[in-house]
């Protein structure tokens, strides 16, 4: 591949190496550059662009994305079409990951210009969720490079998926143990065991002696209860204390006590019969990951877990500074008919309104939040989806008689990211879009949101829509779902302009020429001066006046 900057006279056909936007050109890297393009580069006054060509030999990003994907993908695991040189592994079905390290490093040091990177091995994972990524550095790999990758792409990444779907909890009981903790833990083992698509059969309560525990295990194997989880009154200390020497009092066997990985050491490993039996550590009666999680996963998925398994996890094993992750949800099909949605944000205390509820404040007749949702139920997304925080009551009661979706905020004096959160996580499934709208900017068209929502193309590349006039972006911001995740993980009182900075190559600029984009409502001053805005309209005023100093902040 031949890549630099060339005149233009020489340009035609070749790949553009960066995105160029212009008046009248909105040139995209790794586009063609055509007739038109050059037209109006000329016409800007560009003399020369950096551009790539392909030699005879070379393969191109997409189809070389395409042809490793494809030939590294093991049972249990879909592949996207490629773009931008990406070609995405996805999970066909819940269970735990399992890649094949040595061969995924020889694949990764064959040529500089492809590469592999793979979720951690045994994550686990749900239906749909990302396994791995291939993506072709350059626009173009040379065709001995590829045929050299090509030869070293086996299948490297499947899917494991769990099989194992009756469960028995035991827990031993001592004096002051409260129920409520019985309860959680209960709680908590449930929703961990559904994330793989297990049960709880049943909850043997005994007390906290040997023999107890060994007549629960016993009755749990009769009863066919594929994994017992036991979760002691007092922590494990010793490979004979109440716990191990209940299992082997019932026949069993102690295969490994303690892990390296914190929280989570005091963790055992052992069997009765053909029943895997867990002796958890305290901290697996909290939701939050740790050393439990990763061999429960693997047992559920009927991976063997070896003595040498839980020495090896001590690099990587410190777990208390991170995140827990969402739970995962159920497996769900592949929609059949994707859909985009509106997700209105009503949440805030709008505090410089002076102490009025500035959603439900009247503009031209109707309440400031009508406005915005009337708009987004006239436009062709489906759900709308309205997020509430303070005062609830007074945004349903403007909203009365609408066809939308309520989801309240509790946290939303944190800030707008947990309602962002909030309004993303209540989208159903089908959902492969959304639509985020102030409920503060009651002029965004049902014509400029469906514009936004039309103009993304992720076989493309185009990820994130924005309406940009001038060279300045607006409201409201259109995401595909693939960015759903971060969205629902930001913090504190700030939105998503920062994922748009740092994902610049996935973002589709809409050329818009209405205000409305651009204005929202934070004062009384504001909203008088938009009605003011809105009467001249209907007038022969001029009423452009008005709108001064009503501009929102970027997106």
Known sequence: MRFGAVPLHEAEGAIAAHSIRIPGLELRKGARVDASALAALQQAGIAEIVVARLEPDDVTENEAAAALAAAIAGPQVTIEPAFTGRANLFAARAGVVRVDRARIDALNAVNEAVTVATLAEYRSVQAGEMVATVKII??????????????????????VPYRIRRAALIATQLPGLQEKVLAKTRRITAARLASAGAELTGEARVPHTAEAVADALRKAAAEGAELALVFGASAIADRRDVIPAG???????????????????????????????????????????????????????????????????????????????PQPRDPVETPKAPRTAAVVLAAGQGTRMGGANKLASDLDGEPLLRRVVSSALDSSLRPVVVVTGHEPEKARAVLDGLDVTFVHNPDYAEGISTSLAAGIKALPEDVAAAAVLLGDMPRVSSELTDRLASALNPEAGGLIAVPVREGRRGNPVVWSRRFFPELTTLEGDVGARHLIAANAEAVVEVPVDEDGAFIDVDTRDALERLELHMIAERSDVDPSAALDGMQSEDA
């Open 247 to 325: 299992i082997e009092a019932a026949g069993g066997v102690i295969e490994h006590f303690g892990m390296p990985v914190d929280p989570g050491n005091l963790m055992l490993v052992g069997r009765v019969g053909a029943m895997p039996v867990l002796g958890a550590p305290g901290c697996a009666r909290s939701p939050k990951e740790n050393g439990f999680d990763w061999v429960l996963h693997r047992l559920l998925a009927d991976v063997p877990v070896t003595r040498a398994d839980i020495v090896g996890m001590g690099v990587g094993g410190l777990l208390m500074e991170i995140a827990t992750r």
């Open 138 to 159: 350059p626009f173009a790999v040379a065709g001995a490079a590829f045929r050299a990758a090509m030869d070293a792409a086996v299948p490297l990444v499947e899917v």
